[in-house]
């Protein structure tokens, strides 16, 4: 009843609950003191019994109209307490006396005010004072034996129930406090919980509306730049007009390579970006970017590659992030490099495999390097406004390359060149089955293919018709805006292959996919089926390929890549089954 009542009261804030104790601690030391005081019997020390009183009679005056700290009074109080029980000490026997039991209950109010540094201090305090009481004894100041005799009852008796009362109400406080610190250390986790996920439902959001964004800004520049090479393939421009679309051109691959960093920095910063590793061949990584870079070089920089025979030729790894590493590090090679050379090199190092990007550049003082990898960062002020970029480009790669359980870092002298590089486990693996079957797929540019165009956005179709009429002049087209457009045509006609968007509304293109492997007969239910997408999302990746789709292409799409893609699935579908091209 005692403790539920002074739960009930007890105060919430540490502050209160302090003052609450100092007050207890005051009133039972004036009770007892002002008791003992009016108590005749053989321990009678009305004198500094009365000279204590005063004392905290002062010090309470001067806590409650003053102000005193609470850490003071303490100290005050107890060593007002100490004073006068080692004083009744020496005039009652020393060791031998009952009252030198204050001296070991005297630290304890000190535990719930002050904490366990300032207790140990008055606890060395009285074992100092009780080994005192010991010399004087053995020195013989202080008597050596002592007889109990019937007077002393009455104040052991209530000495003894004031110790008790004493021991008691301490630990009864500090428990309270415990307790009480222990319900707001509750309260207080339960709030940062409730913010941690109000914080984790806030990024979610974020990474929604980015995903979302980027989505909206990768499809119109898929018709951009679709159209872009509309006019320069298929218009009789003027070299000024020609020179005008291709700036346009340029821009909007800057732009692409803005939006791509912003959704992939958004990824890697959420813990979403994940990494699809597939056997594929370094060779072709390494004449991918020969091929993107190639245009970079030039009479004054050229691009040298160099490959390390010792590196197996079928690896497990995710090709598309190297490639995304490299295309970083050469970029910033080739945009810092006006005389020279950029060398790519890949070399095998043990069980790791290394890329090293080497220029001959106008390098990056020692000051500067170690801040080059960090997010928003570039070397100085005049790099910043010369080249432009937001920074992101080499904490990306830094990023990605600790994703594959790698290192990344620099050497670089000012005015000689830098050399960027990383390391990753390298992991090989059995050529896939397919391998030999793609790797011999013809060019079928020549070849009058059915292909079914999938989309549900009539501009995104129209640049999709544009880029296939390009590649297979020849082949018969046909359009269809939607999922169960695309399931009618496919029942009633075959096709070679199927180009379809993942994003559509009713029956979206994982849906329409799964469709066609599971409610059409064979053979139509084994066309092959091509994703296309501006989602950068991996999940959203592998949802296409969880639902039977072939392969998956990105908006904006490169036409090399579709049509080295579109020939090898249609020859393996081909080959697979037994037949040839329509």
Same mark, same amino acid.
């Given at each position: 009843?005692?403790?539920?009542?002074?739960?009930?009261?007890?105060?919430?804030?540490?502050?209160?609950?302090?003052?609450?104790?100092?007050?207890?601690?005051?009133?039972?030391?004036?009770?007892?003191?002002?008791?003992?005081?009016?108590?005749s019997g053989p321990y009678q020390q009305v004198p500094i019994s009365l000279w204590a009183m005063a004392a905290l009679a002062l010090v309470s005056g001067l806590?409650?109209?003053?102000?005193?700290?609470?850490?003071?009074?303490?100290?005050?109080?107890?060593?007002?307490?100490?004073?006068?029980?080692?004083?009744?000490?020496?005039?009652?026997?020393?060791?031998?006396?009952?009252?030198?039991?204050?001296?070991?209950?005297?630290?304890?109010?000190?535990?719930?005010?002050?904490?366990? *540094?300032?207790?140990?201090?008055?606890?060395?305090?009285?074992?100092?004072?009780?080994?005192?009481?010991?010399?004087?004894?053995?020195?013989?100041?202080?008597?050596?034996?002592?007889?109990?005799?019937?007077?002393?009852?009455?104040?052991?008796?209530?000495?003894?129930?004031?110790?008790?009362?004493?021991?008691?109400?301490?630990?009864?406080?500090?428990?309270?406090?415990?307790?009480?610190?222990?319900?707001?250390?509750?309260?207080?986790?339960?709030?940062?919980?409730?913010?941690?996920?109000? #914080?984790?439902?806030?990024?979610?959001?974020?990474? /929604?509306?980015?995903?979302?964004?980027?989505?909206?800004?990768?499809?119109?520049?898929?018709?951009?730049?679709?159209?872009?090479?509309?006019?320069?393939?298929?218009?009789?421009?003027?070299?000024?007009?020609?020179?005008?679309?291709?700036?346009?051109?340029?821009?909007?691959?800057?732009?692409?390579?803005?939006?791509?960093?912003?959704?992939?920095?958004?990824?890697?910063?959420?813990?979403?970006?994940?990494?699809?590793?597939?056997?594929?061949?370094?060779?072709?990584?390494?004449?991918?970017?020969?091929?993107?870079?190639?245009?970079?070089?030039?009479?004054?920089?050229?691009?040298?590659?160099?490959?390390?025979?010792?590196?197996?030729?079928?690896?497990?790894?995710?090709?598309?992030?190297? *490639?995304?590493?490299?295309?970083?590090? #050469?970029?910033?090679?080739?945009?810092?490099?006006?005389?020279? /050379?950029?060398?790519?090199?890949?070399?095998?190092?043990?069980?790791?495999?290394?890329?090293?990007?080497?220029?001959?550049?106008?390098?990056?003082?020692?000051?500067?390097?170690?801040?080059?990898? *960090?997010?928003?960062?570039?070397?100085?002020?005049?790099?910043?406004?010369?080249?432009?970029?937001?920074?992101?480009?080499?904490?990306?790669?830094?990023?990605?390359?600790?994703?594959?359980?790698?290192?990344?870092?620099? /050497?670089?002298?000012?005015?000689?060149?830098?050399?960027?590089?990383?390391?990753?486990?390298?992991?090989?693996?059995?050529?896939?089955?397919?391998?030999?079957?793609?790797?011999?797929?013809?060019?079928?540019?020549?070849?009058?293919?059915?292909?079914?165009?999938?989309?549900?956005?009539?501009?995104?179709?129209?640049?999709?018709?544009?880029?296939?009429?390009?590649?297979?002049?020849?082949?018969?087209?046909?359009?269809?805006?939607?999922?169960?457009?695309?399931?009618?045509?496919?029942?009633?006609?075959?096709?070679?292959?199927?180009?379809?968007?993942?994003?559509?509304?009713?029956?979206?293109?994982?849906?329409?996919?799964?469709?066609?492997?599971?409610?059409?007969?064979?053979?139509?239910?084994?066309?092959?089926?091509?994703?296309?997408?501006?989602?950068?999302?991996?999940?959203?990746?592998?949802?296409?390929?969880?639902?039977?789709?072939?392969?998956?292409?990105?908006?904006?799409?490169?036409?090399?890549?579709?049509?080295?893609?579109?020939?090898?699935?249609?020859?393996?579908?081909?080959?697979?089954?037994?037949?040839?091209?329509?």
């Amino acid at each position: 009843m005692l403790l539920g009542w002074v739960e009930r009261h007890w105060p919430l804030d540490l502050t209160s609950q302090r003052h609450v104790v100092l007050r207890g601690y005051i009133s039972i030391a004036l009770l007892i003191i002002g008791g003992f005081c009016f108590l005749s019997g053989p321990y009678q020390q009305v004198p500094i019994s009365l000279w204590a009183m005063a004392a905290l009679a002062l010090v309470s005056g001067l806590y409650i109209w003053r102000g005193w700290q609470v850490a003071r009074v303490t100290h005050v109080l107890l060593a007002i307490c100490f004073a006068l029980i080692y004083t009744i000490c020496l005039h009652t026997g020393g060791l031998a006396s009952p009252q030198i039991l204050w001296l070991g209950i005297m630290p304890l109010p000190c535990l719930v005010l002050m904490g366990f *540094k300032d207790t140990f201090v008055w606890v060395g305090i009285t074992m100092t004072a009780i080994a005192s009481l010991f010399a004087l004894t053995w020195l013989g100041y202080l008597p050596q034996d002592f007889v109990f005799e019937p007077e002393h009852i009455d104040w052991a008796l209530i000495s003894l129930m004031c110790i008790a009362v004493n021991v008691f109400w301490v630990p009864l406080f500090y428990y309270v406090l415990n307790k009480q610190q222990l319900f707001s250390l509750r309260d207080r986790n339960e709030e940062l919980e409730n913010s941690r996920q109000a #914080l984790l439902q806030s990024e979610a959001y974020k990474d /929604e509306f980015v995903a979302a964004v980027g989505h909206e800004l990768r499809t119109p520049m898929n018709a951009i730049l679709g159209f872009n090479d509309v006019l320069l393939d298929n218009m009789q421009l003027t070299p000024t007009e020609r020179e005008t679309v291709r700036l346009i051109r340029l821009s909007t691959d800057r732009l692409l390579k803005l939006v791509n960093q912003i959704l992939d920095f958004s990824q890697l910063q959420a813990g979403r970006l994940q990494l699809h590793p597939v056997p594929v061949r370094i060779s072709d990584a390494l004449a991918q970017c020969q091929q993107t870079f190639g245009s970079a070089a030039s009479d004054q920089v050229r691009l040298v590659t160099e490959l390390d025979p010792a590196i197996p030729e079928w690896l497990s790894l995710d090709a598309q992030r190297v *490639k995304e590493v490299l295309c970083h590090l #050469l970029d910033n090679a080739f945009k810092f490099t006006t005389y020279g /050379e950029v060398r790519l090199c890949i070399t095998r190092q043990e069980a790791q495999l290394q890329f090293d990007v080497i220029d001959t550049g106008s390098g990056i003082p020692l000051e500067l390097q170690e801040h080059i990898f *960090k997010r928003f960062e570039h070397a100085d002020q005049a790099t910043l406004r010369q080249f432009g970029g937001t920074g992101l480009g080499l904490a990306i790669s830094k990023q990605l390359v600790a994703l594959f359980g790698g290192t990344m870092g620099l /050497e670089s002298t000012p005015a000689v060149g830098s050399r960027f590089w990383f390391r990753i486990p390298l992991v090989t693996c059995e050529a896939p089955a397919l391998s030999a079957v793609l790797a011999d797929a013809p060019d079928l540019s020549q070849q009058a293919l059915r292909m079914l165009l999938v989309d549900d956005n009539p501009v995104n179709l129209q640049v999709a018709r544009y880029m296939c009429q390009s590649i297979w002049p020849k082949a018969h087209i046909v359009e269809a805006a939607s999922g169960e457009r695309c399931l009618a045509l496919l029942q009633s006609d075959p096709f070679d292959v199927v180009l379809m968007d993942m994003f559509m509304p009713i029956m979206s293109g994982p849906q329409t996919c799964q469709a066609i492997r599971q409610d059409l007969p064979a053979p139509l239910c084994h066309v092959p089926v091509i994703g296309l997408t501006a989602s950068t999302h991996s999940q959203d990746r592998q949802l296409c390929l969880d639902a039977g789709m072939n392969e998956v292409l990105s908006k904006p799409m490169d036409k090399v890549r579709l049509a080295a893609i579109v020939n090898s699935q249609i020859y393996a579908a081909q080959a697979a089954q037994g037949g040839h091209v329509h």
